[in-house]
């Protein structure tokens, strides 16, 4: 325009989006592609029609600032929203809606069209006709995209085939080859969470954190996850110093408040744990996982007695959230109310049916993360109280073992093996102990104790089935199982309360039991 050149329809815009966006290194080949588009249109006659063709296949960058098969601004704008959203656990109305736009703006716009499929294959299943369409515009696409979004069609058509160790390893290839890249992270991070890879996830997420840069705004909540992974890894003081790191700069960070929760409930007195939590309750109530970290002030409220506070807890923040779409809320109420059968609390009917009703719509529904997971909660919200009481629930109960069995012989995923060795095996034992069969709830659980990590959650999660592990033993009388199982889990938890209690109460069995009558 200096040079009084006429400008193409279109050029100024795109100049403009590319100055506005950050100039991170990209892979070799992919920001030398994109500006050299830039330099070309400056040297050449800008008037002439090779040129003004040429303007209109240029590759905009993302929030990661890669290059992307898009030509719509308002499009990548969609997406940068929605990933941004994923990080900060700030989208309670879901994410399909801004890709669905994004998509109508530019169908081409392949990365968004992966994010679609992902998020829809989390809720349905490949044969579904919506997520059968995708999957197959981007094989067609394959080789029309960049190489970075090839490995994403990759990465999307293995979680298709519930191929998750599969996929991961192409996610992670991702963040090695293009180490800007957050939407490989991002699911990568997910994906380890779901199958018990710690180690992975903790290195996945220190390249993260040293590869985004501060100004983004992510950044925070990059650092939350990274430590989060940290203290999955028992690395907890390291684990707070970079959890406090990422509050301090974006106090309003739901997924840094959840890893503070965890790393409380280890080292610290749980006093502390309320008072951290309750003190930023507006940082968090409003986030996707609000449900989740009430329900680790709920496990604070049992821990110090206050049952009164952790119904009310229960009742303001989880029941809400309970309904057949919302997994996650669903395996959060069952979980604390389990916690509380098994330590005798009983936390009313009307609380389990709100549970039961919409978790036993997913009977037989297979999930794409977590199946097995999943499973042992739906088992929870059926095999409560007397299960021998209730028709009903047993018929269920005996409904949903059948299902399992069947998911471990006969799917293709790859958590099939994790259904065999754990999911069958502890539904079974969660079944026994709601039809009183303790000796059979120990005998189950003990053999799998070093094994329940490969069912993903965290480590505060996976303890409900040690703590029905150990009040099984104590009620088969098998005092020196509960004790062993007891003393390994107050070495990691040293303040907890709740094991003193069963400790003091197993001691006193002990010693009822050595005193003549």
């Given at each position: 325009?200096?040079?009084?050149?006429?400008?193409?329809?279109?050029?100024?815009?795109?100049?403009?989006?590319?100055?506005?966006?950050?100039?991170?290194?990209?892979?070799?080949?992919?920001?030398?592609?994109?500006?050299?588009?830039?330099?070309?249109?400056?040297?050449?006659?800008?008037?002439?029609?090779?040129?003004?063709?040429?303007?209109?296949?240029?590759?905009?960058?993302?929030?990661?600032?890669?290059?992307?098969?898009?030509?719509?601004?308002?499009?990548?704008?969609?997406?940068?929203?929605?990933?941004?959203?994923?990080?900060?656990?700030?989208?309670?109305?879901?994410?399909?809606?801004?890709?669905?736009?994004?998509?109508?703006?530019?169908?081409?716009?392949?990365?968004?069209?992966?994010?679609?499929?992902?998020?829809?294959?989390?809720?349905?299943?490949?044969?579904?006709?919506?997520?059968?369409?995708?999957?197959?515009?981007?094989?067609?696409?394959?080789n029309t995209v960049l190489e970075r979004e090839k490995r994403h069609i990759d990465a999307v058509l293995a979680f298709s085939e519930k191929n998750i160790p599969k996929a991961l390893d192409i996610w992670n290839d991702i963040?090695?080859?293009?180490?800007?890249?957050?939407?490989?992270?991002?699911?990568?991070?997910?994906?380890?969470?779901?199958?018990?890879?710690?180690?992975?996830?903790?290195?996945?997420?220190?390249?993260?954190?040293?590869?985004?840069?501060?100004?983004?705004?992510?950044?925070?909540?990059?650092?939350?996850?990274?430590?989060?992974?940290?203290?999955?890894?028992?690395?907890?003081?390291?684990?707070?110093t970079v959890c406090r790191q990422g509050i301090a700069i974006q106090p309003k960070n739901p997924w840094g408040i959840h890893t503070m929760c965890h790393v409380i409930e280890e080292e610290r007195e749980v006093e502390t744990?309320?008072?951290?939590?309750?003190?930023?309750?507006?940082?968090?109530?409003?986030?996707?996982?609000?449900?989740?970290?009430?329900?680790?002030?709920?496990?604070?409220?049992?821990?110090?007695?206050?049952?009164?506070?952790?119904?009310?807890?229960?009742?303001?923040?989880?029941?809400p959230n309970l309904s057949s779409e919302n997994s996650f809320a669903l395996l959060d109420a069952s979980a604390i109310l389990w916690r509380l059968n098994v330590l005798g609390i009983d936390p009313g009917e009307k609380r389990?049916?709100?549970?039961?009703?919409?978790?036993?719509?997913?009977?037989?529904?297979?999930?794409?993360?977590?199946?097995?997971?999943?499973?042992?909660?739906?088992?929870?919200?059926?095999?409560?109280?007397?299960?021998?009481?209730?028709?009903?629930?047993?018929?269920?109960?005996?409904?949903?073992?059948?299902?399992?069995?069947?998911?471990?012989?006969?799917?293709?995923?790859?958590?099939?093996?994790?259904?065999?060795?754990?999911?069958?095996?502890?539904?079974?034992?969660?079944?026994?102990?709601?039809?009183?069969?303790?000796?059979?709830?120990?005998?189950?659980?003990?053999?799998?104790?070093?094994?329940?990590?490969?069912?993903?959650?965290?480590?505060?999660?996976?303890?409900?089935?040690?703590?029905?592990?150990?009040?099984?033993?104590?009620?088969?009388?098998?005092?020196?199982?509960?004790?062993?199982?007891?003393?390994?889990?107050?070495?990691?938890?040293?303040?907890?309360?709740?094991?003193?209690?069963?400790?003091?109460?197993?001691?006193?069995?002990?010693?009822?039991?050595?005193?003549?009558?």
């Amino acid at each position: 325009r200096r040079q009084g050149k006429r400008q193409v329809p279109g050029q100024k815009k795109v100049i403009k989006t590319l100055l506005l966006l950050p100039s991170y290194d990209c892979a070799p080949g992919e920001t030398n592609h994109l500006f050299d588009h830039i330099c070309s249109l400056h040297r050449c006659k800008v008037c002439s029609s090779p040129c003004s063709r040429k303007i209109m296949n240029i590759q905009l960058v993302d929030l990661s600032g890669l290059t992307v098969t898009c030509n719509s601004p308002k499009a990548i704008d969609l997406c940068n929203t929605v990933l941004q959203a994923m990080y900060s656990c700030s989208n309670t109305e879901g994410f399909l809606p801004s890709l669905n736009q994004a998509l109508q703006l530019d169908p081409d716009f392949i990365l968004a069209r992966c994010m679609t499929i992902t998020l829809q294959l989390e809720e349905g299943t490949p044969s579904d006709p919506v997520v059968s369409s995708g999957l197959e515009i981007i094989k067609k696409s394959y080789n029309t995209v960049l190489e970075r979004e090839k490995r994403h069609i990759d990465a999307v058509l293995a979680f298709s085939e519930k191929n998750i160790p599969k996929a991961l390893d192409i996610w992670n290839d991702i963040t090695v080859h293009y180490p800007q890249d957050k939407h490989a992270l991002k699911w990568a991070f997910d994906a380890y969470l779901t199958i018990g890879e710690y180690e992975k996830m903790r290195d996945l997420m220190s390249r993260g954190v040293h590869y985004c840069p501060k100004e983004l705004p992510i950044y925070p909540y990059v650092l939350s996850l990274y430590a989060f992974s940290l203290e999955e890894t028992n690395q907890r003081d390291l684990a707070e110093t970079v959890c406090r790191q990422g509050i301090a700069i974006q106090p309003k960070n739901p997924w840094g408040i959840h890893t503070m929760c965890h790393v409380i409930e280890e080292e610290r007195e749980v006093e502390t744990g309320v008072d951290f939590v309750t003190s930023c309750r507006s940082d968090w109530k409003d986030s996707s996982i609000n449900h989740h970290i009430a329900w680790h002030l709920m496990l604070y409220y049992l821990d110090l007695n206050q049952i009164d506070n952790l119904f009310q807890e229960f009742d303001d923040m989880l029941v809400p959230n309970l309904s057949s779409e919302n997994s996650f809320a669903l395996l959060d109420a069952s979980a604390i109310l389990w916690r509380l059968n098994v330590l005798g609390i009983d936390p009313g009917e009307k609380r389990w049916e709100l549970v039961l009703k919409p978790f036993s719509a997913n009977i037989g529904r297979q999930y794409q993360l977590e199946h097995s997971f999943m499973e042992t909660h739906l088992m929870m919200s059926l095999a409560y109280g007397k299960i021998s009481a209730s028709s009903t629930r047993l018929a269920l109960a005996k409904k949903m073992i059948k299902s399992i069995e069947e998911y471990a012989e006969t799917t293709v995923s790859s958590d099939c093996k994790v259904a065999d060795m754990l999911g069958a095996p502890l539904c079974n034992a969660l079944l026994a102990y709601g039809e009183e069969r303790f000796s059979d709830v120990v005998a189950l659980i003990v053999p799998l104790k070093y094994d329940i990590i490969k069912l993903g959650g965290s480590w505060a999660q996976r303890q409900v089935y040690l703590i029905t592990l150990i009040q099984a033993a104590i009620k088969a009388e098998d005092y020196v199982q509960a004790m062993a199982c007891i003393v390994e889990l107050k070495a990691q938890k040293p303040h907890n309360k709740t094991l003193q209690r069963l400790q003091d109460q197993v001691l006193t069995l002990m010693h009822e039991e050595d005193t003549p009558a």
